[in-house]
């Protein structure tokens, strides 16, 4: 028998003890991050060289040269047409409501004029170039490149630039598939930090970007983390999380099974149960207990439920909301009667999975919404990736002479307070030659 961690709310040390619980130390010690800056620096300087060195080292493949690392165009759609049927069907169905839902994210440009005649508005462009990190770990992920690359090419950008690892040379045909479906334009067998670096800095062969994305191991995080500001990044993202809310009325093997999907991830996925029913958390405890040892990838969950999940009691349904949004987890469950009721009470999640019908599972795949999401409770104030992480904003400003005559007033006033005097004559400038302006017309 697994017994998992209880918290209950109504004990004196709760909050202590959940936040120790949910603690997450970050995304790499210094030996990590001494190993990553070395490799970009490697990359940053030698180039391909260094790249061809890391592939043969890290990935044991020793490529001829630089120009193998890219993955033929036509190698994509051959990998689409070879897939099983059911598989097409799927992905291509997946793709589609990955795509309906991320058009309703696009922003457009906007200007308002205001009675004097100046324009005030925002233009919204893509980005030019964006590149997608696929893990190719422990495990092939097509999902997050549908997750990653259709928002980016929904928002317009030309050229979607993805990178994966290929242990032994070996490439995966349902994530090359995927890329076809999302449209990506081409496709590198790199991974690791020399990856990250390759699209941070450039080579002669792999094309510098402006924004990386997508999920990798604790190397691939230190990375991005360290390339941040020459480039932007989605985000650094933790171990995988679920929370679920039960009021105790849904099945209890539904609900180990839920925990389970996302402990299968890796050992530090935290799987967390709340729930006001202590007779529930019993039942989905033993449920936990009879499916766990029939499970695929059982010694994962079994680490993962060692280390970081629990079962919490509440005294109700309302204090379950006080929890959740202390946690702000990655993914939440609301597996209740009536989940809009509790809706309002939620301020801090990254996707919210509403009723009994609606497990998480559903979300990393196909539901629509994406599956980049902030973990390590950085839903406080961060969002789920989606088309406005692809896209940038310039504000717009075209004063008139009138305009200029009223904001120059005001600029010159709050400049001359600063001492930057500059700013204030360049603001009255305007303002006499509004006057100039005005009387000219008038003549």
Request: charged fraction near 20%; hydrophobic fraction near 45%.
């Amino acid at each position: 028998m697994l017994d998992l961690q209880r918290l209950n709310t109504a004990d004196a040390d709760f909050w202590p003890r959940l936040e120790a619980l949910t603690a997450w130390e970050g995304v790499a010690d210094e030996a990590i991050n001494v190993i990553v800056r070395e490799i970009l620096a490697e990359v940053r300087q030698r180039g391909d060289d260094a790249l061809l060195e890391y592939t043969y080292r890290f990935d044991r493949w020793d490529a001829a040269c630089a120009a193998d690392l890219e993955v033929p165009a036509d190698r994509l759609q051959e990998a689409l047409a070879a897939l099983p049927s059911a598989q097409h069907v799927a992905l291509v169905s997946a793709a589609t409501r990955i795509r309906a839902y991320a058009e309703r994210q696009k922003q457009e440009s906007w200007t308002f004029t205001e009675a004097d005649g100046t324009v005030l508005g925002q233009q919204v462009t893509p980005l030019d170039r964006v590149g997608l990190y696929v893990p190719g770990g422990k495990a092939a992920y097509p999902s997050s490149v549908l997750m990653n690359a259709i928002p980016a090419k929904v928002a317009g950008v030309p050229e979607v630039i993805m990178v994966a690892p290929t242990p032994k040379g070996e490439v995966n045909d349902l994530v090359l598939a995927a890329a076809a479906v999302a449209g990506v334009d081409r496709v590198f067998s790199i991974g690791g930090a020399q990856a990250v670096a390759a699209l941070a800095y450039g080579t002669s062969t792999v094309p510098g970007v402006d924004k990386i994305v997508g999920p990798g191991n604790v190397y691939v995080a230190a990375a991005k983390r360290q390339v941040f500001g020459t480039v932007g990044i989605d985000m650094i993202a933790g171990p995988s999380e679920i929370l679920v809310v039960c009021d105790g009325l849904t099945d209890p093997d539904w609900i180990a099974m839920d925990l389970f999907s996302q402990a299968e991830h890796d050992e530090d996925a935290q799987p967390i149960l709340i729930s006001p029913d202590p007779a529930f958390l019993e039942r989905v405890q033993a449920a936990i207990d009879r499916w766990l040892p029939g499970m695929e990838r059982r010694d994962i969950i079994e680490a993962s439920l060692r280390r970081r999940a629990a079962l919490i009691q509440v005294r109700d349904l309302g204090e379950a909301a006080q929890v959740v949004n202390f946690i702000a987890p990655e993914h939440l469950e609301l597996s209740v009667e009536r989940p809009e009721q509790l809706l309002p009470l939620i301020r801090h999640a990254g996707a919210i999975f509403m009723g009994r019908y609606t497990p998480e599972a559903l979300g990393d795949y196909c539901a629509g919404p994406n599956h980049v999401l902030p973990t390590s409770r950085t839903a406080r104030f961060s969002s789920p990736l989606g088309v406005y992480d692809f896209q940038k904003r310039s504000s717009l400003i075209y004063c008139s002479p009138a305009g200029a005559a009223a904001l120059g007033r005001t600029a010159s006033i709050l400049a001359r307070g600063e001492g930057l005097t500059a700013h204030a004559r360049s603001a009255e400038f305007r303002i006499s030659g509004a006057s100039i302006f005005a009387a000219t017309t008038k003549g």
